[in-house]
């Protein structure tokens, strides 16, 4: 059964897509249920980092449940209904306060691309393939969708990957900058919950901050002041998390920062 779950181990959130048959290809509830998982775990203040993961172990996700295209998208309505849904899952790991990591095995394409572009950091096992398909399916991308590849890998891989359509592994993702880090596929999950729980470990105002930053550059680089970043570091300079860093410090002490 197609579905997005959820799990939760101490301070970190996992949403996992779950359509195993399909290679985790998204269908349509997937994409309408997705961005409300993420607030969930966002406002759950005993979460600290999310991880996102496709179930089993031959996938991601392969993209949009294909087949379900001449159902879902009919009419002009009927698609961009469904449109809407994707991009707002799209938006779903940026606009979350908390670091999103996204955890690739096997095949990540087309939709599951774009979603592992829209969170914070990329992990993925020596066995990841990647593609962005929207070429041969006659797609238009959305504006947004393409500025956010440029972001993360540059023009020319941008131009690369979207005009030739094809497949890349994982040293080429890791070349590119698409992915941070590349390890075996035995390995992979102890590297993302090590990373994750680094994360959890750390001050969430100050992830917040930098998150909030970093996104605000990348909507518009000349905006060197955005109101939400400067709102999510005065809030950090404020906070007892600072005060009682700066003491765990002096102390020489592992500091113990408050939920949020």
């Known amino acids: 059964m197609a579905d997005i779950l959820q799990q939760r181990d101490g301070a970190v959130g996992t949403i996992v897509f779950s359509n195993v048959d399909k290679y985790n290809a998204m269908t349509g509830q997937m994409w309408r249920e997705f961005p409300a998982a993420m607030t969930q775990l966002d406002v759950d203040t005993s979460i600290r980092a999310i991880v996102l993961v496709g179930a089993g172990d031959k996938a991601f996700v392969s993209g949009a449940d294909v087949s379900q295209f ?4 009919t009419d002009p309505a009927a698609q961009r209904s469904y449109n809407e849904a994707v991009e707002a899952s799209y938006l779903a790991p940026v606009q979350v306060s908390k670091p999103v990591i996204a955890q690739i095995r096997g095949i990540c394409m087309g939709g599951g691309l774009g979603l592992a572009a829209a969170c914070d950091i990329r992990i993925c ?11 041969r399916l006659g797609l238009g991308y959305s504006q947004t969708g393409v500025h956010r590849f440029v972001a993360l890998m540059g023009v020319q891989n941008t131009y690369d990957i979207f005009f030739s359509a094809r497949i890349f592994d994982a040293a080429e993702a890791l070349r590119m900058g698409f992915v941070s880090r590349v390890v075996p596929a035995a390995e992979l999950d102890e590297a993302v919950r090590t990373l994750a729980l680094a994360i959890a470990d750390n001050a969430p105002l100050t992830a917040t901050a930098v998150k909030r930053t970093i996104n ?6 000349a905006d060197k002041q955005a109101a939400d970043a400067q709102e999510a570091i005065d809030r950090c300079n404020a906070s007892e ?8 410090f002096a102390e020489k002490r592992k500091p113990v920062f408050a939920q949020r």
């Not at 096992?125 to 070429?135: E, L, T, V, Y």
């Not at 998390?241 to 765990?248: I, K, P």
Request: charged share 35%; aromatic share 10%; glycine share 6%.
């Open 70 to 73: 001449a159902s879902d998208r």
């Open 125 to 135: 096992a020596d066995d990841a393939r990647f593609r962005m398909p929207a070429g």
């Open 216 to 221: 605000s550059y990348l909507r518009n680089p």
């Open 241 to 248: 998390d600072y005060r009682e860093g700066v003491l765990a």
